[in-house]
């Protein structure tokens, strides 16, 4: 599975939308992007996926670039209760095998 | 209805005791998992279950061993622990374990194991 990069840390004003970047420069054809996230103490939970359009559903939205080699995932109203660590992965497999939770990055919203 | 439970939430206990974690999903999910999540905060996957068979195992020592009485039910066993056993362990599931269904992972709250 292709190796992901992703800021380490954001902040976000409360209310604002939250946009959260994500490099996969040696993403293969047949890989999707799933975006999961994990609040303090809490176990992971999903948020969206995809494999080449944008997609939309009522956590967040997420972007693809047309080459597939960066996507961004959009909260378009951040609140308090989304301040989590945030884990962007490219896999081709689906269910949970192998699905590889690297560092992620952590978003802080600020009221 | 929480959809994946995992027990206990906290367990600590001492060096080369055996100790179990339970985990249940009432989602009716093919696939089980188990996941380590250490001090550092990799997630790592340990084992995968699907239709009560091991499918993956992970290089995880022989003294962890899952175990799944049926498609519901993913249980870990822990022999003789150790310092190095203590992380957070988390419970998922999918209703698909592979293929071209690429299905969203449900997890549980996770079971912090303290070794003393």
């Known amino acids: 599975d292709a190796k992901t990069t992703q800021p380490t840390s954001m902040d976000c004003a409360e209310g604002r939308a939250a946009n959260l970047p994500c490099n996969h420069s040696t993403i293969s054809g047949n890989e999707y992007v799933y975006w999961y996230r994990q609040i303090h103490s809490q176990g992971p939970q999903y948020i969206i996926h995809g494999l080449k359009n944008n997609e939309t559903n009522e956590m967040a939205s997420l972007i693809i670039t047309e080459d597939r080699k960066s996507s961004t995932l959009i909260l378009p109203h951040a609140t308090l209760r989304d301040t989590a660590v945030y884990y962007c992965i490219v896999r081709v497999e689906s269910g949970a095998n192998n699905l590889f939770f690297g560092t992620g990055t952590r978003l802080t919203v600020i009221p | 209805d929480t959809a994946v439970s995992q027990t206990p939430k906290y367990l600590v206990t001492q060096m080369g005791n055996d100790k179990s974690i339970k985990c249940e999903q009432n989602l009716g999910h093919d696939t089980m998992y188990w996941y380590k999540q250490d001090s550092k905060k990799f997630l790592k996957i340990m084992f995968s279950y699907n239709n009560k068979e091991l499918i993956i195992n992970e290089t995880v020592p022989n003294r962890f061993s899952p175990k799944s009485p049926d498609k519901a039910h993913l249980n870990l066993h822990i022999n003789s622990l150790e310092l190095g056993d203590s992380a957070v362990y988390f419970c998922?599931?999918?209703?698909?374990?592979?293929?071209?269904?690429?299905?969203?992972?449900?997890f549980g709250q996770g079971t912090r194991l303290t070794v003393v």
């Open positions: 998922a599931s999918t209703k698909h374990g592979g293929g071209a269904m690429n299905t969203e992972a449900f």
